[in-house]
């Protein structure tokens, strides 16, 4: 499917305004592939099409971030009333936090009062928190309903509703008193009540939760959707099974970039400005050199042994390097398990045991290769203190790896900020002077 050649006969359908032929040749197409042909379109005849779609919400919706304040600049005051009016409300919210001022000026007065009041309580969460992400597009019952009554309910909710294959059944406070599936309604005979087939155990959230937990709570009970309460125990809206996956895979970006020493970034890479790509990626960099200076140090420490032994030199590479090698690796498995919840801070201890033995046994490995070099390089002596710092190297950039994200984990920062670079700095400092120090207690200065 070539999106390009389609955009190309769009951009002339349009300006000649043929707009049934421009739609019929999206007709085979679905909403994303729809979404990613208007990118390709001129932005004055992208919206000309849009505005003509029946479907133009959802298609809408699989546009990125930019792109819709990009189209929303260039939308006719009336077609983006209409569109936004249209979007499911967490979506619709998203959107207006996007817009700058003048923008939410503009359309907020044009909204229905009901879609005015939804997108000042939803936009009047903070970022990051289950009320944030959660849509108030939702179906309620009532526990007196009789499954008749609750199905022709559903038929009159289900337009607007995200999903009505799990129904939220709330009392007159709108508090939340169980859940019942669209399954078992089916199922039920008609004149069953509610309350008699619901499940009275529901998982739910608080509206303040951070939205991590909330995609971990979801993947956890494998759910649809779950409902999110307020303190007192009102439903106020729902996360759906999309939107927390959206937020886990948002996580798991973040985690991978912070794991190379790159800060958080948002949009694609291709259209990230060398300016942005720039500051997020200088500050590590910049700290590591000062980091680095430690193993300056260390070498300059000892620079009458390796004077007398220039022997070594040809070994310190590959020793430091392996030390940061093992330490990145422990990091990153155990930055996972943090982030995944498999681990948690009291595991630590009974961790670094069972870590220490496995960095032993790899070290050991590690050093009976090695010290075969070492004595063809040099002599018994020099083999022995290769296998020795080996061992101790590997060791401890394991022991490093494994720790560091318990630590900041402690101290309230993200674990994945024991990024690959950070442990091999620390590694390549420790493993410079646990070699030397090695070294000098072994050979002639």
Not at 29 to 50: G, N
Not at 268 to 285: A, N, P
Not at 372 to 392: C, F, P, Q, T, W
Request: aromatic share 6%; with cysteine.
């Amino acid at each position: 499917m070539d999106l390009k050649a389609i955009a190309r006969k769009l951009n002339k359908l349009t300006e000649d305004q043929k707009f049934d032929q421009a739609l019929a040749e999206l007709h085979e197409l679905r909403p994303i592939d729809i979404a990613d042909t208007l990118v390709l379109v001129k932005p004055k005849c992208a919206w000309q099409i849009l505005e003509r779609l029946p479907n133009r919400a959802t298609i809408f919706s699989y546009l990125e971030a930019e792109d819709q304040v990009a189209m929303a600049r260039i939308f006719p005051r009336s077609s983006l009333v209409q569109m936004v009016g249209e979007m499911p409300s967490d979506e619709r919210t998203d959107l207006y936090k996007r817009l700058d001022q003048s923008q939410r000026d503009a359309l907020l007065p044009a909204l229905a009062q009901a879609e005015r009041e939804d997108i000042r309580r939803l936009s009047a969460y903070a970022e990051g928190t289950a009320g944030a992400l959660m849509t108030s597009d939702y179906a309620t019952l009532k526990a007196e309903m009789s499954v008749e009554e609750a199905l022709a309910a559903l038929r009159l909710e289900a337009p607007d509703a995200e999903t009505i294959y799990h129904a939220y059944v709330i009392d007159d406070a709108r508090k939340l008193v169980g859940v019942v599936s669209l399954r078992s309604l089916i199922l039920a005979s008609p004149e069953q009540l509610i309350g008699d087939i619901m499940l009275s155990a529901v998982v739910s959230s608080n509206v303040n939760e951070d939205q991590e937990d909330v995609a971990k709570t979801v993947a956890r009970y494998d759910l649809i959707a779950l409902p999110i309460i307020d303190d007192d125990g009102r439903l106020v809206g729902i996360v759906t099974h999309d939107d927390a996956m959206d937020v886990a895979s948002d996580e798991a970006t973040d985690d991978f970039l912070k794991s190379g020493g790159v800060a958080s970034m948002m949009g694609s890479l291709k259209d990230t400005s060398i300016r942005l790509l720039y500051r997020k990626r200088v500050f590590w960099l910049v700290l590591l050199v000062f980091g680095n200076l430690i193993s300056g140090i260390g070498i300059a420490h000892f620079e009458d042994v390796i004077a007398a032994n220039l022997v070594l030199v040809f070994f310190l590479p590959l020793l430091v390097d392996s030390g940061g090698n093992a330490g990145s690796q422990s990091a990153t498995l155990m930055v996972r398990a943090l982030a995944t919840g498999e681990v948690v801070m009291r595991d630590w201890f009974s961790l670094l045991g069972r870590e220490a033995m496995v960095a032993l046994l790899l070290g050991l490995t590690m050093a009976a290769a090695i010290s075969v070099i070492g004595y063809i390089r040099g002599d018994a002596v020099v083999s022995l203190v290769l296998a020795l710092s080996m061992v101790s190297v590997v060791m401890i950039g394991c022991v490093i790896g494994m720790s560091l994200p318990f630590v900041l984990n402690k101290l309230g920062f993200d674990p994945a900020s024991a990024s690959a670079p950070l442990i091999t700095s620390v590694c390549d400092a420790s493993g410079v002077a646990i070699y030397l120090f090695i070294a000098s207690q072994f050979l002639i200065v």
